[in-house]
């Protein structure tokens, strides 16, 4: 079975370098402006780009693209459909089109990415190390007196994109702070729900700084529609930061909207600092809404670190519904290498409730743990 996984491994990446290959071998694609002056900010080469464009009076349609750099794992990519953002390993269902790297002639793609598959086929058993990589963030316009851009799209610079035969306008690379400043513009500006939700998307996919965090928080705490404030509370979740953690720990215990705290507990899931594991506890033991700490225990127990196994202990001993003790007691069943062992055997011995007591047994039945035996031997033994 083993050696049919590998061989179907190199069989793909092998598939994927020939597609690569065969991708770069010349085709017609759109033509393409570079912006002369790398030096000028984001902004100065945003309007230059909307300039050339009335210059040229593009009545049909244009992109105007800049990349910036995004720390990802090394087989990882990114890039967006109409409908979604799509992040994975397996390369497949891309989109029509040449390599967006061919599309805007950067120079040593076929021999760069031919080494990124051989590199796939060398180590596909290795763990990955995160790398910096290119994302480009493209923006549609359907004509050179709109305003905001019609869609928005992403897409790792070695990944095929499809231009739609339409010109483009490329700004090389900038910094993130600078592509937020038009992201925030846009929002501000647009009054489509769905452009808005990409916009949030396309924020989130930035690097932690103040910045990413101060315009998802002020999409949170606006009057916008909840579907919106939902997802800039979940794009928070990508942001490794402790004033996110604080936003997000506040919004699933006080805000108004079911999904915005449903979707804020799911965002301290995603970060990896501690303090979000605390804010998830914290939501467990003493919150206000009773299906958002089962969703915090949930959380809890994909996070599975030590302190939370003693915090879902310690909601079937102390909490006084009945629902969140069965609850976090499936949680403790859920942790790796089954780390909630040696508490599911202490509540299925000494626990008040009978119904708690039965559901950690139960549990205890399901596994394969050589202690998880010994204590139902001991429990039957115990009540002869």
Request: hydrophobic share 40%; with cysteine.
């Amino acid at each position: 079975m083993e050696e049919t996984m590998n061989y179907s491994k190199k069989i793909g990446v092998v598939s994927v370098l020939i597609f690569t290959i065969a991708a770069f071998s010349g085709s017609i694609f759109s033509q393409v402006t570079r912006h002369p002056n790398l030096k000028d900010n984001l902004i100065a080469r945003w309007d230059w780009a909307k300039q050339e464009a009335r210059k040229q009076n593009l009545k049909h349609g244009f992109w105007i693209g800049y990349s910036i750099k995004r720390l990802m794992r090394e087989h990882q990519y990114i890039y967006s459909t109409q409908e979604h953002t799509i992040s994975g390993s397996h390369f497949t269902d891309f989109p029509k089109g040449d390599p967006l790297e061919k599309i805007l002639a950067v120079e040593e793609q076929v021999k760069r990415e031919a080494k990124r598959a051989l590199d796939r086929l060398e180590n596909t058993e290795k763990l990955e190390q995160k790398v910096w990589k290119d994302v480009a963030i493209l923006y549609k316009f359907d004509s050179n007196s709109s305003k905001v851009p019609i869609t928005i799209r992403v897409s790792n610079l070695y990944l095929p994109f499809d231009p739609e035969r339409l010109p483009i306008f490329w700004l090389d690379q900038v910094e993130d702070a600078q592509s937020l400043s038009i992201l925030d513009d846009l929002y501000t500006s647009s009054n489509q729900e769905k452009l808005k939700k990409r916009i949030l998307t396309i924020a989130g996919l930035h690097g932690t700084s103040e910045k990413a965090v101060a315009f998802l928080e002020k999409v949170v705490k606006s009057r916008d529609p909840d579907t919106l404030r939902a997802r800039a509370a979940s794009e928070l979740g990508d942001q490794d930061h402790e004033k996110a953690v604080r936003l997000l720990h506040q919004a699933a215990k006080d805000d108004r909207s079911f999904d915005v705290r449903e979707r804020s507990v799911y965002g301290l899931e995603d970060i990896s600092l501690p303090s979000a594991a605390d804010a998830l506890i914290d939501i467990a033991q003493n919150g206000k809404d009773g299906e958002i700490r089962k969703k915090a225990i949930d959380c809890l127990a994909d996070i599975a670190s030590k302190k939370t196994a003693a915090a879902l202990k310690n909601v079937v001993e102390k909490d006084e519904d009945t629902n969140i003790q069965k609850r976090a007691v499936y949680a403790l069943e859920d942790l790796p290498d089954d780390e909630g062992i040696p508490y599911l055997v202490d509540i299925a011995k000494t626990h008040r409730k009978l119904t708690i007591r039965k559901a950690a047994i139960y549990c205890l039945g399901d596994s394969d743990d050589p202690r998880a035996l010994q204590a139902l031997i001991q429990i039957i033994k115990n009540r002869r």
